[in-house]
């Protein structure tokens, strides 16, 4: 399939690993926008959090342990952080391969833009 995540997840395009085990992979955004900007993505091609339902839906509730387990691991628990999911192209998503953007070490605006 030619998808650059799915690329990602099966080495042929090299990436900075932060997590992975058998459900998901995480790691650094290459252009990050923020201190710290991971992203944690299914193993299972899904391509947008339009296309969770009842037999896909608990990868994404293992994310969301991920994400808090790498959150305290970059010490971004006590300031509080930011977790993004774009979807299509009015919600700003390049990459058709669902992401989540795990983002902290500074101060964010509400709402997004
Ligand atoms: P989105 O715009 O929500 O689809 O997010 C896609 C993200 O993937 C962007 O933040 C990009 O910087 C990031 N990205 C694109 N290519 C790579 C890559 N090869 N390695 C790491 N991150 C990437
Ligand atoms: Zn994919």
């Keep these: 399939m030619d ?3 799915c690329k ?12 992975e085990d058998e459900l998901v992979y ?7 926008q ?4 991971i992203l944690i993505i299914p193993k299972e091609h899904i391509k947008s959090a339009d296309e969770i339902t009842a037999e896909n839906s608990a990868v994404v509730a293992h994310i969301f ?4 387990k790498l959150a305290k691991e970059n010490n971004l628990s ?5 977790i993004v999911t ?3 192209e009015a919600g700003g998503q390049t990459v058709k391969h669902l992401h989540f953007h795990l983002m ?3 101060n964010f605006t509400w709402p997004a833009g």
Excluded: Q, T
């Excluded at 923020?34 to 900007?37: E, K, S």
């Excluded at 006590?78 to 930011?82: E, I, L």
């Design 8 to 19: 990602i997840i099966a080495g042929e395009i090299p990436s900075k690993k932060a997590y």
């Design 78 to 82: 006590a300031d509080g952080y930011r």
């Design 86 to 88: 774009n979807i299509g």
């Design 26 to 32: 995480a790691f650094h955004d290459i252009d990050p």
């Design 3 to 5: 998808c650059l995540f």
């Design 34 to 37: 923020a201190p710290v900007h």
């Design 104 to 106: 902290g070490g500074r």
């Design 65 to 68: 342990e991920v994400a808090a």
